[in-house]
């Protein structure tokens, strides 16, 4: 890239770890400021990386910051996100984009009408994994796809989350939490989706903290726990997903994709780059395979660097804004249909994001 985009980080949470841990890769990505409403918090960050801590209206009036980096809590995106916005600045989020479609629409619309970029997690899609899978799919590697399954489950975050409250409030819970890495996906290998069905449920177990400074704090739960979902895609392949809090142990397959000649046991969406396996009548036992396509070695930040790229060359960023919100729209229309027992139908829709290609970086590609 001719010059890397400046950065401001609102939110310095747990997750803001694993992006200064993967920073230093990204050429195209240059840290100046962070702010969080724990400014002992903020302080202690800002230091140990060696940026500035500012106050969140400082940063967002910060003449230095192009685009906000969102990694607070999902109640809280789109109020960030649109003072970002509006103090003319790009803005990457953390998933889910908002905790509603509704919410939603307006941030993406002004965005729009003033020429600025909005992009969100997950970018898990863009590395070697998923994007291996998809090569192997678009080649036609197991014929036609035919439907696809996804089971993710645990007994619950707060097994390991020094503050797990906020996964049990709206914009949490399994579906809105852990979902969007696997819909994500599913979007990304097989099209948009056009109807959707589901049910959801919580169960009556306590909850509390086991670990950190609230250890033994109760948990309240104000979300469903354990979800199931049918999705039809536009292509006609169906796809069912299973998120959960509630499961313990389970043998279930995490991600496969069935076709008319084989199966691709799709790596965990939640990660960038684990092996992809196939299974083909012509080579009947499961086979790994080697990449072929993503970025390599990549972190979370890579969608970000891909969207700073993007920037400079005017082509469109793979982790878009429409794709997550397609994404929103899916859960949204899955608690719907659980609540109201019948089959809902989108009116978003989204184009397949660009493929990465083998050996590409964000700052080529």
Known sequence: ?????????????????????????????HVVAVADINEARAAEVAAEHDVDVLTVDALLADPRIDAVLNLTIPVAHVDIAMRALRAGKHVYG?????????????MLEFAREHGLRVGSAPDT???????????????????????????????????WHPAPQFYYQPGGGPLFDMAP??????????????????VATRSNRERSIATGDEAGSSVPVNVETHVSAILEHTNGVTSTLTVSFEVWASRAPLFE?????????????????????VWTVDTPEWTKMPISAGYAD???????????????TGRPHRASAE????????MDAVLRAASEHRVV????????????????????W
Do not use: C
């Open 1 to 29: 890239m001719g010059s890397a985009l400046n950065i401001g980080i609102i939110g310095v949470g747990t997750i803001s770890a694993q992006y200064f841990a993967e920073f230093p890769r990204l050429k195209g990505l």
């Open 94 to 106: 953390e998933k889910p984009l908002a905790l509603d479609p509704d919410e939603a629409a307006p």
């Open 125 to 159: 899609v863009l590395g070697t994994g998923v994007q291996t899978a998809r090569a192997l799919l678009d080649s036609g590697s197991v014929g036609d796809p035919v439907a696809a399954a996804v089971h993710w489950s645990s007994p619950g975050h707060e097994l």
């Open 181 to 198: 890495y696997y819909l994500t996906t599913l979007v990304t290998l097989l099209g948009p989706v056009i109807r959707v069905s589901g």
């Open 257 to 277: 994709i069935y076709g008319t000649k084989g199966t691709i046991a799709v790596p965990d969406p939640n990660r960038f780059s684990d092996q992809v396996e």
């Open 298 to 312: 990549a972190g979370r930040g890579v969608g970000l660097a891909d969207l700073a790229h993007a920037i400079e």
């Open 323 to 330: 794709l997550a919100f397609h994404v929103l729209e899916i």
């Open 345 to 364: 139908e989108l009116t978003s829709t989204v184009a397949r994001p660009e493929p990465v290609p083998f050996g590409a970086t964000p700052s080529t």
